[in-house]
C-alpha cells in the first residue's frame, strides 16, 4: 500500500479541512494544529508585483520543525517541502477566472559531519550552521515568478492563494506510517492562504 499525501487544489484542500475540523470537534483532546506539538507552519508576508513581463510573489513563511521532525533531520532523514501557488480572476455577474496552479519543491537535510544543513530549491542549494538560518530559508517566497502578464486583464481584480506543507509522501516508508499514525508531530501545513491584488 502506498502511502501519500498527494498535492491538491485549494477547493480541494477547503473540502477536506472541512471534514476535518468536524473531526476534530468531536475530540476536544486532540492537538489542535501543528504548534500545539511544537511545530508548525505560517505565512507572514505575501506581495505580488509586477516586473518587467513577469508577476513575482514574494514573502516569507515561518516554518517551525516539531521536535519529531527536528530528531528525524538530524539522524539524515532528509525533508520536503511543497510550497504552492493558484491565481484566479474575479468577473462581475460571473465565477471567477482560474489563472493558474502551479508549484515547486523545496529539500531540506542535514549533514552531521560538517554540522551543516543544505537547502535546495530549482537546483539551487545553499548552506547553513544553524537550523533557524536553514528553515529561513526554506519558507523564503522570494522573487518566485508566478504569472506571465499574457495571463491577466487590465483593470481586474485578481486574488491569489498560497500554501507550504511537508511532503510526508517523500519520506522513507516506515516514517509514512507514523505519519498517518501521529499526523500532529509529522504533517506540517499552512493551508490555503489568500492575497488580493490589481492589474
Request: hydrophobic share 40%.
Amino acid at each position: 500500500m502506498d502511502f501519500s499525501m498527494p498535492a491538491c487544489t485549494r477547493r480541494d484542500f477547503l473540502r477536506a479541512a472541512c471534514a476535518l475540523a468536524a473531526l476534530a470537534a468531536t475530540r476536544p483532546g486532540h492537538a489542535r494544529d501543528g504548534k500545539a506539538s511544537g511545530g508548525g507552519i505560517t505565512l507572514e508576508q505575501a506581495e505580488i508585483s509586477r516586473k518587467g513581463e513577469l508577476f513575482q510573489l514574494s514573502g516569507n513563511f515561518d516554518v517551525q520543525l516539531s521536535a519529531t521532525l527536528e530528531n528525524a533531520l538530524l539522524r539524515g532523514v532528509q525533508l520536503t517541502f511543497i510550497q504552492e501557488f493558484e491565481a484566479e480572476r474575479l468577473r462581475d455577474f460571473w465565477l471567477s477566472e482560474d489563472l493558474i496552479e502551479i508549484e515547486r519543491s523545496i529539500r531540506m537535510s542535514y549533514n552531521a559531519l560538517l554540522r551543516q544543513y543544505y537547502v535546495s530549491l530549482s537546483g539551487t542549494s545553499s548552506t547553513h550552521d544553524s537550523l533557524e538560518s536553514a528553515l529561513r530559508a526554506v519558507g523564503d517566497l522570494r522573487d518566485w515568478a508566478v504569472l506571465n502578464v499574457k495571463q491577466m486583464k487590465r483593470k481586474s481584480d485578481f486574488k491569489a492563494y498560497v500554501r507550504m506543507y511537508l511532503d510526508v509522501a517523500q519520506l522513507p516508508k516506515p516514517l509514512q506510517v507514523n505519519a498517518l499514525a501521529s499526523s500532529a508531530r509529522w504533517q506540517l501545513d499552512s493551508g490555503w492562504q489568500e492575497r488580493s491584488f490589481k492589474y
